[in-house]
């Protein structure tokens, strides 16, 4: 889990050079872009009236009150958003490479248990919305997760839903570490050890989307 993908959505050249078409746009991907280009005109007045408010500052703190204006993003703009995206995914790729590489070279890739997932995906105007904070469909909230190491079948794939908070469980049986008792979620082994899908089937999943800049 990188966090890498976030936005300012900028990579190397190199990657870059893969994707980017030429643009005679404006935005070159940065967190401010994205901001004004979601923020609405009524989350506009009202952090004009109280900017003191919570959520009117960003994650450190700092009032919004100079990135009250909005933005208007074209199908050329979008167009070249995703493609800054995918390059930043990109470069992720390689980097992961290296990641396996050193594993190989130190002897540990088969013993290591490897596990990829990410904590969300982006909206990129498939629901009308940028980011990742204000809807709950499925290009956001529907994350990949694949686990790799001693013991696990190869080519696998489970159609169970699962949730990130299994991660913590699935580890430490991975690890031969004794449970922690009431913690949140539970181990995926038996799902590819023993298909014991049943203890999964009645469980409720949540996902929660705070609408900011609403």
């Given at each position: 889990h990188y966090i890498d993908a976030h936005s300012?959505?900028?990579?190397?050249?190199?990657?870059?050079?893969l994707f980017?078409?030429?643009?005679?746009?404006?935005?070159?991907?940065t967190t401010r872009e994205l901001f004004e280009l979601r923020v609405t005109d009524a989350f506009i007045?009202?952090?004009?009236?109280?900017?003191?408010?919570?959520?009117?500052?960003?994650n450190m703190g700092t009032p919004l009150t100079n990135l009250l204006r909005k933005s208007v993003l074209d199908g050329d703009g979008l167009v070249h958003l995703v493609d800054?995206?995918?390059?930043?995914?990109?470069?992720?790729?390689a980097e992961l490479?290296?990641?396996?590489?050193?594993?190989?070279e130190q002897g540990l890739m088969e013993r290591a248990a490897v596990i990829i997932?990410?904590?969300?995906?982006?909206?990129?105007?498939?629901?009308?919305?940028?980011?990742?904070?204000?809807?709950?469909y499925q290009e956001v909230i529907r994350v990949p997760l694949l686990v790799?190491?001693?013991?696990?079948?190869?080519?696998?794939?489970?159609?169970?839903?699962?949730?990130l908070v299994d991660l913590t469980p699935t580890i430490l049986e991975l690890a031969g570490v004794r449970?922690?008792?009431?913690?949140?979620?539970?181990?995926?082994?038996?799902?590819?050890?023993?298909?014991?899908?049943?203890?999964?089937?009645e469980r409720d999943l949540f996902a929660e989307a705070p609408g900011e800049y609403n």
């Open positions: 300012d959505y900028v990579a190397l050249p190199e990657h870059e050079a980017l078409k030429p643009f005679d746009g404006k935005f070159t991907g007045e009202s952090c004009r009236a109280t900017p003191e408010a919570d959520r009117c500052k960003d800054r995206y995918d390059a930043g995914i990109h470069q992720l790729d490479g290296r990641v396996f590489e050193f594993l190989n997932t990410a904590d969300h995906g982006e909206a990129l105007m498939d629901h009308g919305d940028l980011f990742h904070a204000a809807s709950q790799r190491g001693p013991g696990l079948p190869e080519g696998k794939r489970v159609a169970t839903p699962v949730s449970p922690i008792i009431g913690i949140d979620g539970r181990s995926l082994v038996p799902l590819w050890r023993k298909d014991e899908k049943h203890q999964f089937d």
